[in-house]
């Protein structure tokens, strides 16, 4: 049983990390992969499923929840990990990207941002101080800072000036946050696609000895070159012996490429929202299921998963549920897509310790360059 918080590098392979983050609710094996749960639910699964896939930790979104159920609710509720009856590590992000991307009528200054819910307009203020306090009462494992993620393209003066307002609000995060040592708190490298501001983000959060360090300010559409790009400059500025999270990636190929970059943990909502839309990941690249392709095909999407839902079902049967809009369909490729996600992780933790990494993501994207059988 952990009393604190810990991360262990175990093996590395070039740039790409095998490591732990040990915690008193368990211990994530990295590089890992965070099935989102937005609402305090991996949307189609039950939890003991999403644990069945193998992940040792999923994400929760401190924007949502305050709007719905309530934080204070949800505390009253036994916190997060009572309420949804995942037991196991959770991290949650801070709201500020959802603040941005979400609500309407924001207000942002250097004390926080005033915002209307987007579910019945309620005015709500956000700030440094009020995010941790949420993630406190959600009972969160891992909480982000409140943070500004800078959409791109944007000028470098905009870009500069969110990161600087950034890093004062990762001091207040850090001062809010206090001693919590089976907790963490990390911080988040802002700075867009600029070199020079991206170095100076990382270099002024390693100095606040954080727990943890994120990658923020990505995956918000820019071409995967430019992502990779900033890992490049980023990460050999982050600590070696703490984990690194870039937020809200992403497809198998931007897992495979960022881990190669230094990436240890991960979060998208792409293999549960494909899954609603009818799309399933294999070893062999996407394959939707609404196409009538798939009408009268006997096989499964993988007879050689460990998956029920890749192995027992065939295509015609998950073709004809998507086409009809059933409920069990969406169940059935959202358990698909996440149980192929967390066995991608475990063939790069095991390639990664056998030294073999680039060899074995070579070998992986050659399966999906061949395309569906
Ligand atoms: N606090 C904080 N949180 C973030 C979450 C993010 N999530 C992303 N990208 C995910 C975007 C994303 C949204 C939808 C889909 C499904 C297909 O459309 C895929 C990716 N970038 C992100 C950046 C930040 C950030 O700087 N700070």
């Not at 719905?68 to 916190?79: C, F, K, N, S, T």
């Not at 206090?178 to 991206?198: E, T, Y």
């Not at 170095?199 to 070159?225: D, H, N």
């Not at 009408?295 to 192995?311: F, I, K, N, T, V």
Request: charged share 25%.
């Amino acid at each position: 049983m952990n009393t604190n918080f810990s991360f262990r590098l175990i093996a590395t392979d070039g740039g790409a990390r095998r490591g732990e983050v040990a915690m008193p609710r368990g211990t994530v094996r990295t590089p890992a992969f965070m099935p989102v749960g937005t609402g305090g639910t991996v949307k189609a699964m039950y939890m003991d499923q999403v644990r069945g896939t193998g992940a040792d930790i999923i994400l929760g979104n401190t924007y949502h929840l305050m709007l719905r159920p309530g934080a204070e609710r949800v505390a009253r509720l036994g916190g997060l990990h009572e309420m949804a009856r995942w037991p196991w590590p959770i991290l949650t992000d801070s709201g500020g990207f959802q603040v941005m991307s979400l609500s309407k009528l924001r207000k942002l200054t250097d004390h926080g941002v005033t915002f209307r819910s987007h579910i019945d307009g309620a005015p709500y203020e956000m700030t440094p101080e009020r995010s941790i306090e949420i993630q406190g009462l959600l009972d969160s494992d891992i909480q982000m800072q409140l943070d500004e993620c800078t959409a791109l393209p944007a000028k470098p003066a905009e870009i500069e000036r969110a990161m600087e307002l950034s890093l004062r609000w990762a001091e207040r995060c850090k001062a809010a946050f206090g001693d919590q040592p089976g907790k963490a708190m990390f911080g988040i490298v802002q700075g867009g696609d600029n070199a020079g501001l991206r170095v100076r983000s990382a270099q002024a959060l390693k100095a606040m000895e954080l727990k943890g360090y994120a990658v923020g300010g990505l995956a918000v559409g820019e071409p995967q070159a430019v992502m990779l790009e900033m890992l490049e400059i980023t990460c050999p500025e982050l600590p070696a012996d703490r984990p690194r999270y870039l937020m809200g990636v992403g497809t198998p190929d931007d897992i495979l490429k960022s881990v190669a970059r230094g990436i240890d943990m991960f979060d998208c909502v792409m293999p549960t929202r494909a899954g609603r839309h009818g799309l399933a990941y294999t070893r062999r690249g996407k394959v939707n299921l609404r196409n009538a392709r798939h009408a009268d095909d006997h096989r499964p999407l993988d007879e050689e998963s460990y998956c029920p839902a890749a192995r027992d079902y065939s295509r015609a049967y998950l073709h004809h549920l998507v086409r009809s809009q059933e409920a069990l369909g969406a169940m059935l490729l959202t358990w698909n897509n996440l149980a192929y996600y967390q066995r991608l992780m475990q063939d790069i933790r095991d390639a990664i310790e056998a030294g073999r990494f680039a060899d074995r993501a070579a070998e992986i994207s050659e399966g999906w360059a061949r395309g569906d059988i």
